[in-house]
């Protein structure tokens, strides 16, 4: 069973950045997608960003030019740099990989493994 860990997030203010770090270990062959999803309060879950292991890339509309997302597949860690943060980027991310297929945007599978996500606050 594959385990990430996050890490990373806190508090920080708007326009600041922040770098979120995920690690896979644990049988870790044919992750193919791996990346990151968050959820604000009282909303549904959001594919922020999600990266394949040969580099391709796919951004939420709201986080293009804002957001790089960036893996190493080295050391099985995949990585959020986020810059001018806004307070609506408010949420808890999760880190989600995923075998031989894509991240959805919807995050729904039986596939999927999932951190137990890292909470980001951005202040006014």
């Known amino acids: 069973q594959v385990q990430l860990v996050e890490s990373g997030g806190g508090l920080v203010q708007a326009g600041g950045s922040l770098r979120l770090s995920c690690e896979a270990s644990n049988s870790t062959d044919n992750l193919i997608s791996m990346g990151w999803y968050r959820q604000a309060p009282g909303k549904q879950r959001e594919l922020a960003a999600a990266?394949?292991?040969?580099?391709?890339?796919n951004y939420a509309d709201s986080m293009k030019g804002r957001f790089t997302i960036s893996r190493d597949n080295a050391k099985n860690t995949v990585y959020l740099q986020m810059n001018s943060l806004k307070p609506e980027d408010t949420a808890v991310y999760y880190c989600?990989?995923?075998?031989?297929?894509?991240?959805?945007?919807?995050?729904?599978?039986?596939?999927?493994?999932w951190g137990k996500g890292t909470l980001v606050t951005v202040s006014s």
């Open positions: 989600a990989a995923r075998r031989f297929l894509l991240l959805r945007p919807s995050g729904n599978g039986v596939d999927y493994f």
């Open positions: 990266i394949t292991n040969d580099g391709r890339t």
